[in-house]
């Protein structure tokens, strides 16, 4: 009889001592001291309560009273018109407690407005402060065709204006062999080996253009970024499509 009352006296006792425990006691103890500051709070005595949560905050080890305190000190700068302080409260518990909400049937719109700015903030710091990777680039076939065409046509245009040159060369030739005492004639050779030296100085000029750039665009690497990606612009995340 004696063997099966020991191991329930044992047991009771474990439960004393857990129940009375120092940390449980103090436990305890700052939960009654949060009732006490919820209840100033609902008395209007603002001040009171915001000094009280402040000293109490460090203190509490219960995740669920740590979330009601944040709460009622931003609550009670809010209502203390001290709005920069009661955003900060408010950022520090989102941080602390990402799904943080509060019911805004249930506050003053001053309060319910603070609130959605500092959670509105809070986003934004994220996605500024959030690493941006730089947009990749992707090499993409060549366009060969225009490349091509310029240097046809500078080829095409060294050629003519070698004709040039030489019908130039032609007709001044004939210009300074004619001994015929014929002023007419004369002058439509040197006009014709003039105009033939003209034309053949533009084509050339054509082909000392088209041919360089041909060569260029070939030898060139086309770069283009990803087509489709994603960066920041004034804080705020933009798609960005490349075509």
């Given at each position: 009889?004696?063997?099966?009352?020991?191991?329930?006296?044992?047991?009771a006792l474990a439960i004393l001592a857990g129940t009375f425990?120092?940390?449980?006691?103090?436990?305890?103890?700052?939960?009654?001291?949060?009732?006490?500051?919820?209840g100033w709070y609902e008395d209007g005595l603002y001040q009171?309560?915001?000094?009280?949560?402040?000293?109490?905050?460090?203190?509490?080890?219960?995740?669920?009273?740590?979330?009601?305190?944040?709460?009622?000190?931003?609550?009670?700068?809010?209502?203390?018109?001290?709005?920069?302080?009661?955003?900060?409260?408010?950022?520090?518990?989102?941080?602390?407690?990402?799904?943080?909400?509060?019911?805004?049937?249930?506050?003053?719109?001053?309060?319910?407005?603070?609130?959605?700015?500092?959670?509105?903030?809070?986003?934004?710091?994220?996605?500024?402060?959030?690493?941006?990777?730089?947009?990749?680039?992707?090499?993409?076939?060549?366009?060969?065709?225009?490349?091509?065409?310029?240097?046809?046509?500078?080829?095409?245009?060294?050629?003519?204006?070698?004709?040039?040159?030489?019908?130039?060369?032609?007709?001044?030739?004939?210009?300074?062999s004619f001994s015929k005492p014929d002023q007419g004639r004369?002058?439509?050779?040197?006009?014709?080996?003039?105009?033939?030296?003209?034309?053949?100085?533009?084509?050339?000029?054509?082909?000392?253009?088209?041919?360089?750039?041909?060569?260029?665009?070939?030898?060139?690497?086309?770069?283009?970024?990803?087509?489709?990606?994603?960066?920041?612009?004034?804080?705020?995340?933009?798609?960005?499509?490349?075509?």
């Amino acid at each position: 009889m004696t063997s099966h009352r020991l191991p329930l006296f044992t047991f009771a006792l474990a439960i004393l001592a857990g129940t009375f425990s120092p940390a449980r006691a103090e436990e305890a103890k700052d939960r009654e001291r949060l009732k006490a500051a919820l209840g100033w709070y609902e008395d209007g005595l603002y001040q009171k309560t915001a000094d009280s949560l402040t000293a109490l905050l460090p203190q509490l080890s219960d995740l669920d009273d740590e979330l009601q305190s944040y709460k009622y000190l931003g609550f009670s700068y809010a209502m203390l018109n001290r709005i920069d302080t009661a955003k900060g409260i408010f950022k520090t518990a989102l941080q602390k407690f990402p799904s943080m909400s509060i019911d805004t049937l249930e506050v003053p719109p001053n309060i319910a407005l603070v609130f959605k700015q500092a959670r509105l903030e809070k986003k934004l710091e994220a996605i500024a402060s959030a690493p941006v990777r730089p947009v990749p680039a992707i090499a993409r076939k060549k366009n060969t065709v225009l490349p091509s065409v310029l240097l046809a046509g500078g080829v095409a245009g060294l050629g003519v204006g070698a004709y040039f040159f030489y019908s130039g060369y032609q007709s001044y030739s004939s210009y300074r062999s004619f001994s015929k005492p014929d002023q007419g004639r004369l002058d439509a050779y040197y006009s014709m080996s003039r105009n033939y030296f003209i034309a053949g100085a533009a084509c050339s000029c054509v082909a000392a253009v088209l041919v360089p750039v041909s060569i260029y665009l070939f030898a060139r690497k086309e770069i283009r970024p990803a087509p489709l990606s994603v960066s920041l612009v004034n804080g705020s995340p933009r798609l960005m499509f490349s075509f």
